[in-house]
């Protein structure tokens, strides 16, 4: 249906009692794209701008401002995450905690413990103790073609060097290619991928493909582009245990440790346990500055089940973690997540669903206690830090430095909420930018606006308005 005269009418009376005047050129994107762009004041809650089709968005990575709030609130930032060794008669366990920080370089350091005391043989098992987590180790609603790529890689109580593996494919003659993976990474990939020019790429409609079975085996088949260059990759691990418990072996052969019983996964079956040596992660200050500015999706979800685990004194789960982040903030704050559909801390998922509303108080909450909180200084800056740095809308000299703000992408969506600086870098506005079901035919701006692309157009026009 198409609006008469009045209606733009309303709309102008609408947009004209708020201090961001000027319209944005909606009209630009995909005719069946939803947006919303709201711009609040911090101080009195008054809202400046609002234009918007609707009040529900997927929120891709801005979900990360819910679990960065509410881990927080209620871990505090000192808050660690502690991987031990411990030891019953001739058994030893590896208590894990689901440290996504935590690396093979740390695992052979907590185990030379062992060589340290002169234990040369164990004559015992060795268990590795998952039990801090149960339940998926991936969210509903991932998406099923990117589960072999680290941005999607597993949340699991044993995470090791972030569950990711990286790799180099080359090209060479007569069409053929060669893969390199690090030999101390025990995963095996089959590469049926073949090098091809351009045109013939585009003739046979052929991409590079990747498929991942449970068992840590991958296969690339499919096409790509002859190369100068080798093309990096990286492989998410599939399976956390058997990964871990492989790397566990690989440490003890290079300790010179000889292992007679087997390596166990799970819960112990005993109590009675001495500590032996201990690793910590970085405080949570650190890790939640990691998570927002370079949108760390296995930071955000193990945290997620931790705050699970700790609010409810049971295993986390990405279940009990989004409900933990829920109430968490709830008490704190009063803000109510009723009507929100939330099913991982990451927001990679593409069932979540958030009101504008519902983010734009939690904006304010957060500039409000900043004193205290700390959370505004670890997000990216525009054009200068984290995800933000070469954002072409945020390279504009009027916006750049002045933005302090999370983004979020999925297929489609383009998000971005965050805060207006001042030159003391103390938060004034909030603002909130979703844009969703935006799919445009040029394929150059399918991945990220382009600085002529509408979008790109519509963020500039956003973003200086913002600073008026």
Same mark, same amino acid.
């Given at each position: ?263 166990? /996964? ?6 009675? &346990?001495? =500590?032996?040596?201990?690793?910590? #992660?970085?405080? %949570?200050? *650190?890790? !939640? ?66 009101? /504008? ?6 904006? &304010?909450? =957060?500039?409000?206690?900043?004193? #205290?909180?700390? %959370?505004? *200084?670890? !997000? ?85 308005? %913002?600073?008026?």
């Amino acid at each position: 249906m198409r609006c008469l005269p009045l209606c733009g009418l309303i709309f102008s009376l609408f947009i004209s009692q708020y201090v961001v005047a000027q319209p944005l050129n909606t009209d630009q994107l995909t005719p069946h794209a939803r947006y919303a762009f709201q711009v609040q004041n911090i101080t009195s809650g008054e809202t400046l701008f609002a234009q918007r089709n609707g009040d529900y968005f997927p929120p891709a990575s801005t979900q990360k401002i819910f679990t960065a709030l509410a881990a927080r609130l209620e871990l505090g930032e000192h808050f660690v995450f502690t991987t031990q060794l411990l030891k019953h008669q001739q058994d030893y366990v590896i208590r894990f905690s689901g440290d996504p920080t935590l690396n093979t370089i740390d695992l052979k350091q907590l185990l030379s413990h062992l060589k340290q005391s002169g234990i040369r043989t164990i004559r015992g098992d060795i268990w590795l103790d998952n039990s801090i987590f149960t339940g998926f180790e991936k969210a509903v609603g991932w998406p099923w073609d990117s589960l072999g790529v680290c941005y999607s890689a597993p949340s699991s109580a044993i995470n090791l060097d972030h569950n990711c593996i990286p790799a180099a494919l080359y090209t060479e003659k007569n069409g053929k290619t060669r893969l390199h993976i690090p030999p101390q990474y025990p995963i095996h990939v089959f590469n049926n991928a073949v090098a091809v020019s351009a045109d013939e790429q585009q003739q046979q409609h052929c991409d590079l493909d990747l498929t991942a079975t449970a068992t840590n085996q991958y296969q690339l088949s499919g096409c790509l582009v002859t190369r100068t260059s080798p093309m990096p990759l990286k492989f998410a691990v599939q399976d956390t245990s058997r990964y871990t418990k492989r790397i566990v072996y690989k440490l003890l052969n290079q300790l010179g440790i000889e292992l007679k019983g087997t390596i166990h /996964i799970g819960k112990a079956p005993f109590k009675k &346990r001495q =500590i032996l040596a201990e690793h910590q #992660s970085a405080p %949570l200050s *650190e890790l !939640l500055s990691i998570m927002l500015k370079r949108s760390d999706n296995l930071i955000a979800d193990t945290l997620t089940k931790t705050l699970g685990h700790r609010l409810f004194t049971q295993p986390g789960s990405y279940r009990n973690g989004v409900q933990a982040i829920q109430t968490i903030i709830n008490q704190h704050t009063g803000i109510s997540f009723a009507d929100e559909q939330m099913v991982d801390g990451s927001g990679l998922s593409r069932d979540n669903r958030v009101n /504008i509303a519902t983010m734009q108080a939690v904006l &304010r909450y =957060i500039a409000l206690h900043d004193a #205290s909180l700390h %959370l505004i *200084e670890k !997000l990216p800056v525009a054009g200068v830090s984290g995800t933000l740095k070469y954002r072409r809308s945020m390279l504009v000299p009027s916006v750049k430095g002045k933005l302090a703000a999370k983004s979020g992408s999925l297929y489609g969506t383009y998000n971005m909420v965050g805060f207006v600086l001042n030159k003391q870098g103390k938060p004034t506005r909030s603002f909130v930018q979703y844009v969703t079901d935006y799919f445009p035919t040029d394929e150059n701006d399918k991945e990220e606006p382009l600085k002529d692309s509408p979008l790109n157009q519509i963020e500039e026009q956003y973003y200086q308005q %913002l600073l008026k």
